[in-house]
């Protein structure tokens, strides 16, 4: 199957970009990555590969917001349980919320990352989501 057929009925809405190489130490398994804005506000087309997610991370200062364009994945904040995400889902993470995002085990995953501007605003990555718990959802 196609990644655009995986992706769900209208294909991909964004270019999937190349292989998120700058940030691959920070994800297990394959990640895409296409900038769409740099300027004003950072927005990032992240497209995972079935079974792909980012480690667990923290947006200090301003947040992050998640706008699901296709596929099936997770989220889940630390302390509470991974929420299933489709297209057309939004998620609002707050700064200093220590979460992880990513693909089910068996289904492509896009959405657009938003950042949200503060000033002095960072991102700090922490462990890998364990293989234990990814299984299990």
Same mark, same amino acid.
């Given at each position: 199957?196609?990644?655009?057929? @995986?992706?769900?009925? #209208?294909?991909?809405?964004? +270019?999937? $970009? ?6 691959? /130490?920070?994800?297990? #398994? ?13 927005? #990032? ?5 079935? #079974?792909?997610?980012? %480690?667990? =991370?923290? %947006? %200090?200062?301003?947040? /992050?917001?998640?706008? *699901?364009?296709? $596929?099936?994945?997770?989220? /889940? ?5 991974? /929420? ?6 939004? *998620? ?8 992880? =995002?990513?693909?089910?085990? @068996?289904?492509?995953?896009? %959405? ?7 000033? @002095? ?9 364990? +293989? ?6």
């Amino acid at each position: 199957m196609s990644k655009e057929k @995986d992706l769900g009925q #209208g294909g991909m809405i964004f +270019e999937m $970009g190349k292989p998120n190489d700058a940030f691959a /130490q920070y994800f297990d #398994g394959q990640s895409y990555l296409n900038m769409l804005s740099l300027e004003r506000v950072v927005i #990032g087309n992240v497209t995972f590969e079935p #079974g792909c997610r980012n %480690h667990w =991370h923290i %947006h %200090h200062k301003g947040g /992050q917001i998640l706008l *699901v364009t296709g $596929g099936e994945g997770w989220y /889940q904040e630390w302390g509470k349980p991974a /929420q299933k995400l489709k297209a057309g889902d939004v *998620v609002n993470i707050p700064p200093e919320v220590k979460h992880w =995002h990513g693909a089910t085990k @068996d289904s492509w995953f896009a %959405h657009l990352a938003v950042e949200v501007p503060a000033k @002095d605003a960072s991102n700090e990555w922490c462990e890998a989501v364990s +293989e234990e718990d990814y299984m299990n959802l």
